[in-house]
């Protein structure tokens, strides 16, 4: 199984700002899984964020294409999101998710709000 631990500096940024959230997976399948980042805005459902393979391939959503980078650390397990000119409307819960085979597993979410 594999359990997701986020980490970074979440909450409150000005429009334009940057932030950075990681991700580390720990159990016996933490070298395998598919790491990707979804978000929640209240009222609304969750949306795919983007997507790093085991092999580090990224995939974006398109709402975040040129502003956010995901990267990974094979070794550490970890997936890193970077995040710059951010949004009024990148606010929302971001939430770790990992994919193996027909299992998924979930992070706990951290909350990010751009506001000015």
């Known amino acids: 199984q594999v359990q997701l631990v986020e980490s970074g500096r979440g909450g409150l940024v000005q429009p334009g700002g940057s932030l950075n959230l990681s991700c580390t997976a720990s159990?016996?399948?933490?070298?395998?899984?598919?790491l990707d980042w979804y978000r929640q805005a209240p009222g609304k459902e969750r949306e795919f964020v983007a997507r790093?393979?085991?092999?580090?391939?990224?995939t974006y959503g398109d709402a975040v294409k040129g502003r956010f980078t995901i990267s990974r650390d094979l070794h550490k397990h970890t997936a890193y999101l970077q995040m710059t000119n951010l949004k009024p409307e990148d606010t929302g819960v971001y939430f770790c998710?990992?994919?193996?085979?027909?299992?998924?597993?979930w992070g706990q979410g951290t909350q990010v709000t751009v506001s000015s």
């Open positions: 998710h990992g994919l193996y085979r027909l299992s998924d597993f």
């Open positions: 790093v393979t085991v092999s580090g391939s990224p």
């Open positions: 159990g016996s399948l933490a070298s395998r899984v598919v």
